[in-house]
């Protein structure tokens, strides 16, 4: 600290040095000491030309979160090496070198994760010296081969998030802030790896072994000096090694092109989970020593064991960390880490486990439930890159494909399809559709919102120019052994409206998911998806006429199998959104029953009116003419004469009820399924109970949960 000081006083006294432009720089810090003796609290020196935008983007100094140079306690990595900050090995004494060596896997463990949840490369994965400098541990083949499987990792996890491109624009994940990063070696690192586990393993059976085969594998030297512990640190490095071999294995494999090495993938995922347990359970022989720190200590710390890890400074980037402030920040510990991973890899092992059946229906439905476990950045970035791949479903189909094929329609014969310039868009829409759906929550909700208008405009283009079409086709029916472009270029119009609103209803449910609906709201929410949802049925319900006399007309045909299971599919589809029309129909009548007779709230406040909260809320599908007529007067005509009297005579809820039954029949074989169907029955049910009890009490105070299902509230009726 006394030489820092002398060395800015002899610099002060220094002339000012001419910069060769005509200019002198001079040394401030005397005159900002003086100014700073002046000035009193509250007192702020500016010149003329001072603003509050000059303010707000001017550097700030001094402030260790906001400053880069401020003082760190290493300049330079060479300057943390040559402290011997990071020693190779890392104690003479081999039985600390092992213990050290495994508390910087568990270190790196909690940094990944970290880094996987939004946070710099360089200031957690990258703060370790060793893995910043792997050439430096060469002599040291357990230590060096772990740093070269983590950096090849990390370069596996950016490809994939930057191909994806999921990540927000505040994300820090894909920033690599001219780190090392891709090192030739790196690739090596798995052969080095398996090189070390193979003679860990050898070890770890020779302490198991009995007397007269110990003899033949005497020659092995040991990992420390302790006997007594051999066996035990052995399984501690053997569970993290495997554990980072198949999590590196499970990612190539889930890159392969068209899905091929998907069941593989599922293997090295199940390999680690199991790893993941064994580290666990190997916390309770690693903190033997270090229990006496506290079980407060333990819980946050980021290491199995407890203690600090060698090697690791988090200000050492703190200069490459240019796009943001080097703002202090949080590893998780390493417990945390461990549940992390466990949550990644299930997520993982859900997208393996996904049949790659070119049927658009299953695509959605299985992207909406996989979004229902809230799935973080790397687990959506893969789920993308296995839906598109090269402008095709899967890498294999072609979007024309998948929605002829949701019609039962042959498109193998109309080559010229592909090229038609409405198939092209329409190709392009879907692509970013799935894109979208892959997203993040929020996000999402905002996508599919401004998306809606791309999709009405393209709607009601392809509508006028298959309407001339139609009108100028000579005949009224196409030809028999005709081009049957125009027919199928109809029917995929109709599909178009069914999709415009499916997105729609998601834009709509992902409101309630994100809490943007007050109680207040609800009877404007549920009429709009009562109006979405009536429509998205009917359009459904079409879908399926022409998918039966698609069929019917290819049933006569030799050699040709009809596929039932689909049409029942579609049909139970359709089931589920009658029942969900009826709901959504009951519950707009019953809140504005209680709204009009003053027992439940009005949405009014001091700021917006109700028709400025429902153009806050449905501006954008409005402006997709959803629906295509004036909706806020016709919300406020069709709930302004709602009355209790009236609830009984509406059989919403009861309609409700039978048809959450019937698809439950369907569902028998489908867990979760059935249990959506069961969560509507119990909705119905509830509300049917409700109505009868404020039709007798009024007095009765209502209020309106989301017990059953997150979409659809149940009324929960208490005495005043």
């Known amino acids: 600290m006394q030489s820092v000081k002398e060395e800015e006083s002899s610099s002060i006294d220094h002339e000012p040095k001419s910069s060769g432009d005509n200019s002198l720089w001079a040394h401030v810090s005397p005159l900002l000491s003086a100014a700073c003796s002046d000035l009193q609290e509250g007192e702020l020196i500016h010149g003329d030309n001072f603003n509050l935008f000059s303010a707000m983007s001017a550097l700030e100094i001094m402030d260790p979160k906001m400053d880069s140079g401020m003082v760190s306690t290493f300049y330079s990595i060479d300057e943390a090496i040559e402290s011997g900050f990071a020693p190779v090995p890392i104690s003479s004494d081999r039985t600390i070198d092992v213990e050290c060596i495994i508390d910087i896997m568990d270190h790196l463990l909690a940094c990944e994760a970290t880094w996987h949840m939004g946070h710099s490369l360089a200031q957690t994965v990258f703060s370790c010296i060793y893995v910043l400098r792997p050439e430096r541990t060469s002599s040291h083949a357990l230590l060096h081969s772990f740093c070269r499987v983590i950096r090849a990792t990390c370069r596996a996890l950016v490809s994939v998030v930057s191909d994806a491109r999921t990540n927000e624009e505040e994300d820090l994940f894909t920033m690599t802030y001219g780190l090392p990063f891709n090192g030739d070696e790196d690739a090596k690192g798995l052969l080095l790896l398996n090189a070390v586990e193979e003679t860990i393993c050898r070890q770890l059976r020779a302490c198991k072994a009995t007397s007269s085969k110990r003899r033949v594998l005497e020659e092995l030297e040991p990992l420390q000096t302790n006997p007594q512990l051999e066996e035990s640190f052995c399984k501690a490095l053997l569970c993290r090694i495997r554990f980072r071999k198949h999590f590196l294995h499970a990612l190539n494999c889930m890159r392969r ?146 929605c002829a094929r949701s019609l039962a329609l042959d498109v193998t014969k109309n080559h010229g399809l592909h090229l038609n310039e409405y198939i092209l868009q329409l190709n392009q829409l879907m692509i970013n559709l799935l894109k979208i759906l892959c997203a993040n929550t929020p996000w999402q909700r905002r996508k599919l919102g401004k998306i809606l208008n791309d999709w009405s405009i393209f709607n009601v283009q392809m509508g006028i120019t298959v309407g001339h079409m139609m009108q100028q086709a000579t005949t009224p029916r196409t030809p028999k052994n005709g081009d049957k472009s125009l027919l199928i270029l109809n029917h995929i119009y109709g599909w178009l409206e069914e999709q415009i609103h499916w997105v729609a209803l998601r834009f709509l449910v992902l409101g309630f998911d994100l809490e943007l609906y007050s109680p207040s709201e609800y009877c404007m929410v549920y ?58 129909q009951g519950l707009t009548v019953m809140i504005a029953a209680l709204r009009n007779e003053g027992m439940f709230l009005k949405s009014q406040g001091p700021f917006n009116t109700e028709n400025e909260k429902f153009i806050q809320h449905f501006g954008l599908l409005q402006k997709a003419s959803l629906p295509k007529y004036d909706a806020y007067e016709s919300f406020s005509e069709s709930t302004s004469h709602a009355r209790l009297d009236y609830l ?61 299902h997150p979409h659809f509230a149940t009324a929960v009726v208490r005495r005043s």
Not at 536 to 565: N, P, Q, T
Request: proline share 4%.
């Open 527 to 584: 009429w709009y998806m009562y109006i979405i949802l009536w429509k998205l049925a009917e359009k459904a319900h079409f879908r399926v006429l022409i998918i039966v006399h698609s069929e019917e007309r290819k049933a006569k045909k030799e050699d040709y199998s009809r596929d039932m299971a689909r049409e029942d599919r579609i049909s139970l589809w359709v089931l589920l959104l009658k029942c969900q029309t009826s709901l959504a």
């Open 257 to 402: 092109p068209q899905g091929r090495g998907l069941e593989l993938a599922r293997k090295h995922i199940a390999y680690c989970i199991a790893e993941l347990d064994s580290v666990r359970s190997s916390v309770e022989f690693l903190s033997l020593e270090t229990v006496e720190n506290g079980k407060n200590e333990m819980e946050e710390s980021t290491t199995g064991s407890g203690r600090h890890p060698i090697g690791f400074e988090p200000t050492l980037n703190k200069r490459l960390s240019a796009p943001t402030p080097p703002r202090a920040i949080k590893l998780l510990s390493w417990k945390k880490a461990i549940d992390y991973y466990v949550k990644l890899l299930h997520n993982l092992d859900q997208i393996c486990a996904f049949k790659l059946e070119p049927d658009l229906d299953a695509v959605l439905q299985f992207v909406v439930q996989f979004q229902k476990s809230c799935p973080d950045l790397v687990a959506r970035a893969h789920l993308q890159l296995l839906l598109v791949q090269d402008g095709k479903l899967y890498g294999r189909d072609t979007f024309l494909t998948i």
């Open 648 to 708: 009984p005579v509406y059989e919403c809820f009861r309609d409700a009820q039978k048809l959450a039954k019937e698809i439950k029949v369907g569902y028998a074989s489908d867990p979760d399924k059935l249990a959506v169907a069961s969560g509507l029955e119990q909705v119905a049910e509830h509300n049917i109970v409700a109505v009868k009890l404020l039709c007798q009490d009024r007095s009765l105070q209502v209020s309106f949960e989301f017990i059953h």
